[in-house]
């Protein structure tokens, strides 16, 4: 790994911050023509991350794969067999208690699965979060989820003059 140094001088006293919090989210998996795709979402928060990850997911992956309601669909049954009660009941659950709408409490977990385009992607969120320590390989097209949330990053700002006390 290369190291990097960063002299700084007086004039940086004030640019370098702790910063409220960072997450770090990364997806990766095989394009149709089975090369390796990689990208990396950097955001300050979780909540930012929940809902911005849908669309940036959905992006990236129909920028490398043709047939994503195919891949969709594959990965609901993958779901399905393998993160019922542990992936898509208790992000149900979650989903009910944060908003309180009666209609998902009393919803067949896969109708919710299949409620909404983002479900699914969200169920993943869910999953690597809650359950995989951040890290949630999928065996179809070799995707890769990877999340991680950093409460206090530090930062150097070069863009600003620094503050000399």
Not at 124 to 130: D, P
Not at 134 to 153: A, C, M, T
Request: charged fraction near 25%.
């Amino acid at each position: 790994m290369e190291k990097k140094v960063y002299n700084l001088k007086k004039s940086s006293l004030g640019k370098v911050t702790f910063q409220e919090g960072t997450s770090f989210c990364m997806i990766q998996g095989k394009s149709d023509g089975g090369e390796t795709f990689r990208e990396i979402l950097i955001i300050k928060s979780l909540e930012e991350l929940i809902r911005t990850f849908p669309k940036w997911s959905l992006e990236i992956i129909s920028s490398n794969i043709n047939d994503i309601t195919e891949l969709n669909n594959k990965i609901k049954d993958w779901l399905i067999q393998n993160w019922m009660e542990t992936g898509i009941i208790s992000f149900k659950r979650e989903m009910y208690e944060n908003s309180g709408f009666e209609e998902i409490k009393k919803m067949d977990p896969i109708d919710f699965l299949n409620s909404e385009p983002e479900i699914p992607l969200l169920i993943l969120v869910h999953i690597a979060t809650g359950n995989t320590n951040g890290h949630l390989k999928i065996p179809i097209n070799d995707l890769e989820i990877s999340i991680r949330y950093i409460k206090n990053i530090l930062a150097i700002n070069f863009w600003e003059d620094g503050i000399v006390k």
